[in-house]
């Protein structure tokens, strides 16, 4: 499980992990200046694969959100991400413009 949150404050995110179903959480990331409330998102490709997108950066896992590497900056605040069947992603930002990435891009 991947908790991701936001602090409107600082306007960092935390994104929390879970092996246990939920039971017990640790922090797995930190991204500081990053993230407003709303403005995270986490899509699962498949069971271990994940996109993240903090602020107007996306991520990739391929360990469930183990670990995670940086695949795009978008330049733009992403305000809603989704994956289709082929592997490619789909990013929207809050200006109105869609960015897609296909796997070989990561």
Same mark, same amino acid.
């Given at each position: 499980?991947?908790?991701?949150?936001?602090?409107?404050?600082?306007?960092?995110?935390?994104?929390?992990?879970?092996?246990?179903?939920?039971?017990?959480? *640790?922090?797995? /990331? *930190?991204?500081?200046?990053?993230?407003?409330?709303?403005?995270?998102?986490i899509?699962?490709?498949?069971n271990?694969?994940?996109?993240?997108?903090?602020?107007?950066?996306?991520?990739?896992?391929?360990?469930?959100?183990?670990?995670?590497?940086?695949?795009?900056?978008?330049?733009?605040?992403?305000?809603?991400? *989704?994956? /289709?069947?082929?592997?490619?992603?789909?990013?929207? *930002?809050?200006?109105?413009?869609i960015?897609?990435?296909?796997?070989?891009?990561?």
């Amino acid at each position: 499980c991947l908790l991701l949150m936001g602090t409107g404050g600082s306007g960092s995110s935390y994104l929390y992990r879970s092996t246990d179903r939920g039971l017990t959480w *640790t922090l797995a /990331m *930190t991204q500081k200046g990053s993230c407003s409330y709303g403005l995270g998102h986490i899509h699962w490709l498949s069971n271990l694969e994940v996109i993240m997108a903090t602020g107007q950066i996306l991520y990739h896992s391929r360990d469930g959100g183990g670990t995670w590497r940086k695949i795009a900056n978008v330049g733009d605040a992403v305000t809603a991400l *989704t994956g /289709m069947a082929d592997g490619s992603i789909y990013a929207g *930002t809050q200006n109105g413009v869609i960015h897609r990435y296909a796997p070989l891009y990561w």
